[in-house]
């Protein structure tokens, strides 16, 4: 008898485990957006390859009929700039990244600084070139990098305005990187095949190069009618110290509560400064720090049928995974089979509570979340629920000082 009421009990846990309500799902047909309507007619080299005939379907989670948070006036939020386009540059590491610096001068020190984030991209385009002939070749030179690369960069090269460095150059609206990355990437294989690892003379053609593109950054401008180097505004003006900085992240193939390095193949540098927590501690700092008045830079995967450019909401359906399932298991899995990457960067700085669930506040500069009305306060920004960063954010960038109590762990 004590058997069948075990049975029966399992039985019916199993049966409530599956009974919520199932998420519907739909076939959309392609159309062009922001990027092909805006950024791509900006990006001459492209304009012929835009195919207005286009006839894609794409399997998504139906939204419709969903009582979704996805306006931004229902959300308490911390400051940050507006919204601006990385264009068609692989940059989300850095818009994401100089937008929490903005929001925590802002916090820190009540001044209000739209900073440059072509003046970090260029530099890190040295860096990397550095590193690919240090390497003989064997380090990766491409467009994309990780968060703490511009703390990385500011404490190497300083920060400068985007009124003095917007590299936007010829009338150009819109960033579009891949001409000057086919050249730089061009003449580094041929140093690589005629083996001329002039350090010195690599790094100057990749400067003029740059130049030519996105314009050569300044070593000197003036702010408030004073003049200042990158390292002098960077430490005297914003007062930004990349050193109160920290890398939080969580995966289940590295041990936790140790630093561990990120692999991914945009932690080209091969950083070893990532603090690896569980995952339930991941999910309290983020739902703990937005509410302390810190906001982060925030990566991970962004492809996921749940993910809508439409609504502008990111879920993670039914026919997925159950929300009782989401577990460091099921995260470890989705990033070991790379159906989770780190495919891009964004800026937490907002939350709303609803229906018992968390939902935050997105600053986005990719096209993906420009698709709506321009004038409306959403353009620019998602909506993510709880689950979603749960099962697809792997890590971000913080304060410090939010995550004191985590550090001393570390200790």
Not at 362 to 372: E, P, V
Request: hydrophobic fraction near 35%; charge should be neutral.
């Amino acid at each position: 008898m004590k058997k069948i009421l075990l049975f029966l009990t399992i039985s019916v846990f199993a049966i409530n485990a599956f009974a919520q309500k199932k998420d519907k799902t739909v076939f959309e047909e392609y159309k062009a957006g922001f990027y092909q309507n805006f950024i791509l007619k900006d990006v001459s080299e492209v304009k012929e390859k835009l195919n207005p005939e286009k006839k894609e379907k794409k399997f998504l989670m139906d939204h419709s009929g969903l009582e979704l948070p996805n306006k931004v006036n229902l959300y308490k939020r911390e400051w940050s700039n507006p919204v601006i386009s990385q264009g068609n540059a692989g940059s989300c590491w850095a818009y994401s990244t100089i937008s929490m610096y903005e929001s925590e001068v802002k916090r820190l020190q009540n001044k209000e600084v739209k900073l440059s984030e072509i003046y970090i991209v260029y530099w890190e385009y040295v860096e990397k070139a550095r590193g690919f002939v240090q390497e003989r070749g064997n380090s990766l030179f491409a467009q994309g990098s990780e968060a703490n690369a511009v703390a990385r960069i500011y404490k190497q090269y300083g920060a400068v305005p985007m009124s003095n460095y917007s590299g936007l150059i010829n009338g150009r609206k819109y960033h579009s990187h891949d001409a000057m990355y086919k050249e730089m990437m061009a003449y580094l294989n041929s140093v690589k095949k005629n083996n001329a690892w002039n350090e010195v003379a690599v790094l100057e053609t990749i400067k003029k190069i740059m130049n030519h593109h996105i314009g050569m950054p300044p070593a000197e401008f003036s702010v408030d009618g004073k003049k200042y180097t990158p390292k002098s505004y960077l430490n005297d003006y914003i007062k930004i110290n990349p050193d109160d900085y920290v890398e939080i992240l969580s995966y289940k193939q590295e041990p936790y509560w140790k630093q561990v390095e990120y692999k991914v193949p945009d932690n080209w540098w091969h950083s070893k400064e990532y603090y690896n927590i569980s995952l339930d501690v991941f999910m309290d700092i983020v739902k703990r720090t937005i509410r302390e008045g810190y906001t982060i830079s925030i990566g991970g995967d962004v492809s996921e049928s749940g993910f809508s450019r439409k609504t502008q909401v990111a879920l993670v359906p039914t026919y997925d995974i159950p929300t009782e399932y989401i577990d460091e298991d099921s995260r470890q899995f989705r990033f070991s089979n790379e159906t989770t990457t780190d495919d891009h960067g964004m800026h937490l700085v907002g939350y709303v509570e609803k229906d018992g669930n968390g939902w935050y506040l997105i600053k986005d500069s990719s096209s993906g979340s420009r698709n709506n009305d321009h004038d409306a306060p959403e353009f620019g920004y998602y909506f993510f629920h709880e689950d979603y960063i749960k099962l697809k954010m792997m890590g971000f960038t913080i304060h410090k000082d939010a995550v004191k109590d985590i550090l001393k762990k570390f200790e």
